[in-house]
């Protein structure tokens, strides 16, 4: 096995040990005592630190989880291993985020680690995934328009005329996206075949169980 292949191996998993770390959890537990997957959405995120531990808490680990992202891609291409490992390392932060094994796999929805990924390889992309985020915030839902940012976001780079590495890393993000979405850190599915496709089509769609977005993200443990 050749040294390039092994540094590549190597930088993708320190990408997924990296993401794994969580910056939300964290923070929960050293300002409030709590388990931020004990509350609303049970995601360990940066949108459930603003709204059950500090407002002000969310600009440090949304800062972290997009760098630990952005590290290992940057990484990749500072030590020449190309484009591809470069962005599978990113996404394997972003994997680690989703599902990281400091918290038995129970973590976020990546999209911080998404974020610092297309910092290092199409950074036009950070900016028109804020502005789904934004108009989603506005709105008062950014589930939905953050899958559009990331459907429609080969658009950009085809008018841009950006790597041809943005299509298959969207297809990655999208897919990564709704597995975790679908699979909501082990939340179980109603046993009626009707109730349990409801619930999957508002996971893949709005990320959540219920309807309503502002009951679900502000629920407390009972």
Avoid at 158 to 184: C, F, N
């Amino acid at each position: 096995m050749s040294g390039q292949i092994i540094a590549s191996i190597a930088l993708i998993i320190f990408g997924y040990l990296l993401g794994s770390v969580p910056s939300a959890y964290l923070a929960g537990k050293w300002l409030k005592g709590l388990d931020l997957r004990q509350y609303g959405s049970g995601t360990v995120s940066g949108s459930m630190v603003y709204e059950h531990v500090a407002w002000w808490a969310v600009v440090p680990v949304g800062l972290f989880d997009i760098f630990k992202a952005t590290i290992p891609a940057w990484l990749g291409i500072r030590f020449g291993l190309g484009e591809a490992v470069a962005a599978m390392a990113g996404l394997a932060a972003a994997i680690g985020h989703n599902w990281p094994i400091y918290l038995r796999f129970t973590g976020g929805r990546g999209i911080s680690a998404f974020l610092g990924t297309w910092l290092v390889i199409f950074p036009w992309a950070f900016p028109w995934m804020l502005a789904f985020l934004a108009l989603g915030w506005i709105l008062g839902d950014s589930a939905p328009f953050a899958l559009v940012g990331m459907v429609t976001l080969p658009i950009l780079s085809h008018l841009m005329d950006g790597p041809s590495l943005v299509l298959p890393i969207s297809i990655a993000v999208v897919i990564i996206t709704l597995v975790k979405r679908i699979e909501a850190n082990h939340r179980p599915l109603p046993k009626t075949a009707p109730e349990r496709r409801r619930m999957l089509l508002l996971r893949a769609l709005f990320d959540r169980d219920v309807l309503d977005h502002k009951a679900w993200i502000r629920r407390e443990p009972t």
